[in-house]
């Protein structure tokens, strides 16, 4: 069965410090791959996506992503985070020949000190 | 643009009793999806559909009901409320299929089961 896992519930960074969000998945097909971000109290917003091509993804807000296909990872990653980027991160898979169905991580809760 | 929208934003409900979760959307979008969101859980979805009259159960259906007489419209409906479904709701939409499609989110609505 399709699965995400982040490792990591919470993580603290300080502001300028550079990011890496871990993100597992389990999926017998090449996946679409998908990071989502949920600002307090909002809906979730796409980051970015990887679909096939570049193993390497940019996003919105300074982020990108590393697809790797040996390690069934797809971290996400940002150089100097900013206060703003406080929020909730998820990871989710797509399901091919379904109802574009996503299959969600738990995701992590980025807290930023100043 | 108003995207997706969802009413109400907060409910408190008492065992038993029955209510309707409003979803609407204005970018003519064939699938909609509804979501919940549990702390540590991720997003767990519960109903899908791929056009008017169209719907189908997803992960975790038991206790819901949901309709959709028109592209634009995907209501949900609790018919015996319980404590196991206080949760946060999140409507969304997408226009392509197969997992490969960015979803819209709606901004939740926090529901409360006493």
């Known amino acids: 069965a399709q699965s995400v896992t982040q490792p ?3 993580i603290t960074v300080s502001e300028g410090a550079s990011l890496e969000l871990r993100c597992n998945y389990s999926y017998g097909a090449t996946p679409y791959l998908f990071w989502y971000v949920q600002s307090p109290g909002q809906g979730l917003q796409l980051l970015l996506k990887y679909f096939s091509g570049d193993t390497l993804v940019q996003g919105i807000k300074g982020f990108e992503a590393e697809f790797k296909r040996s390690q069934s990872s797809f971290n996400l990653r940002k150089p100097s985070v900013h206060w703003s980027d406080a929020a909730e991160y998820f990871c989710a898979v797509g399901v091919s020949g379904g109802y574009n169905k996503l299959i969600f991580g738990a995701g992590t809760r980025l807290a930023v000190h100043p | 643009n108003a995207g997706v929208t969802q009413t109400p934003k907060f409910r408190i409900l008492k065992i038993g009793q ?9 970018m003519n979008h064939n699938y909609m999806y509804w979501y ?15 056009g008017a009259g169209i719907t189908d159960k997803g992960e975790v259906p038991n206790g819901y009901n949901v309709s959709r007489s028109t592209t634009e419209d995907f209501p949900l409906r609790l ?11 999140f409507c969304a939409s997408s226009q392509q299929q197969g997992g490969a499609g960015e979803l819209f989110f709606g901004e939740g609505s926090r529901l409360t089961v006493l």
Not at chain 2, 18 to 25: A, F, G, P, R
Not at chain 2, 36 to 50: A, E, F, H, N, T
């Open chain 1, 8 to 10: 990591d519930i919470h």
């Open chain 2, 18 to 26: 029955s209510m309707t979760l409003q979803c609407t959307q204005d």
């Open chain 2, 36 to 50: 919940r969101q549990d702390p540590g859980m991720g997003l767990k979805l519960i109903y899908y559909s791929v």
């Open chain 2, 79 to 89: 018919e015996l409320a319980a404590p196991s479904q206080t949760s946060v709701y």
